[in-house]
């Protein structure tokens, strides 16, 4: 009776330890994340652009995924477009009206698990100090030892839609989309 005790106390602890375990703390892969964004053009094509090399960490919760969060830094200066005068446009006062150490930052303020490796991810998108909330569509990809350090890795693919007059660089549109289809893709490896 009393070896049933013990067993049954100890497997009680090994849950409840299990049920409170805290997120872990994944840091983005600059070399292997992006945020890729693309527009119509006039109705004659499609205009692709990218924010790469940029910081961000994630609090991952492989048992509840509803408990991980994710915090986004890129500099405004970081985008690729292809085209030297495309970004020099941009950056002037037409779109970002940028200086050196303006940042476009995203915070989550929820998940929603919506199947066994999907979820929406709510958050906080600043870009040219305007703030609104928008809803990541989610998927991860692969979690597990990365085959090429042995280190814990994530990697996660999102898209979602944003309108670029919502945050105050709406110029020329509706003739350039107003509407920005965004992809993104992220690997991240677990903070030592």
Known sequence: MKRIATAAILALATTTTAAFAAP????????HSQVMFSYNHLGFS??????????GEIMFDKDDPAASSVTVAMPVKSLFTGWEARFTHFMADDFFG?????????TSTGIEVTGDNTAQ???DLTVNEVTQ????????NQSGPNPL?????????????????DFNL???????????????????????
């Open 24 to 31: 872990e703390k994944y840091t983005l892969d600059a070399s």
């Open 121 to 123: 991810i709510t958050g």
């Open 149 to 165: 350090n042995g280190k814990e890795w994530a990697g996660f693919d999102a898209t979602t839609v944003i309108k670029r007059s």
């Open 170 to 192: 709406g110029a020329f549109a509706p003739n350039v989309s107003d509407e920005l289809d965004v992809r993104i893709s992220i690997e991240a490896g677990k903070a030592e």
């Open 46 to 55: 499609t205009t692709y652009n990218m924010f790469s090399g940029f910081e």
């Open 133 to 140: 909330s928008v809803v990541l569509d989610a998927t991860m």
């Open 98 to 106: 940028a200086k050196d150490g303006d940042m476009i930052t995203f």
